[in-house]
């Protein structure tokens, strides 16, 4: 076989796999764009459900401070990773337990959050605020401080609504934007 040829063929069958991880990524990019509406449309479930996995990713970080600890080799570290095992255990039963007063915890800790962001990033924008572009992060800090703000003043209430609403809003943005980056790779090799 000449080397034309083989080099055709390599190129047919990377083309087939793109095409291939491409259709799988579509693929998910909209179930993960279907799931954002999903949230989107009814919040509390999300939340909820958001609660839940973190509750249970807590849990397993809890085990594996166990099994960080039986690999301690002082007495010191074995305290410190099971004091973290204790501490992760009881705060992801305690959300699996009770998953409304979870949601409006994380709700709260959401709001404290994009308040400090929002904060830190108006001092980054005032800093740099001869170069372009800092108006847009004054523009964002602004946007993440209304935000900060309408989450924590509207608590509890805002739990029905906050956590669910940013998870399927990122959820739906993220999907998009991978639906737009796959669809951009499968028209190159098209």
């Not at 095992?85 to 009770?98: D, E, H, K, V």
């Not at 915890?105 to 400090?116: K, N």
């Not at 924590?152 to 209430?157: N, Q």
């Amino acid at each position: 076989m000449n080397a034309k040829v083989m080099e055709n063929n390599v190129i047919k069958i990377v083309r087939e796999d793109i095409r291939a991880a491409t259709g799988w990524s579509i693929a998910l990019s909209v179930l993960m764009m279907i799931s954002g509406v999903l949230a989107i449309a009814i919040p509390p479930i999300a939340g909820i459900a958001v609660t839940a996995m973190l509750g249970s990713l807590l849990v397993v970080g809890g085990a594996l401070h166990i099994g960080f600890a039986a690999r301690g080799d002082s007495a010191a570290a074995v305290f410190g990773e099971l004091a973290m095992a204790m501490l992760y255990a009881a705060l992801g039963l305690y959300l699996l337990a009770r998953p409304v007063a979870g949601l409006a915890s994380l709700t709260l800790v959401i709001a404290a959050y994009l308040a400090l962001k929002g904060v830190l990033e108006g001092v980054v924008a005032f800093a740099i605020r001869p170069m372009p572009g800092s108006g847009w992060l004054l523009f964002d800090a602004a946007l993440t401080l209304a935000l900060a703000v309408m989450i924590g003043g509207a608590w509890p209430a805002s739990t029905a609504w906050a956590v669910g609403t940013l998870v399927g809003v990122s959820m739906l943005s993220g999907g998009f934007a991978r639906l737009m980056a796959a669809t951009a790779v499968r028209r190159l090799v098209s």
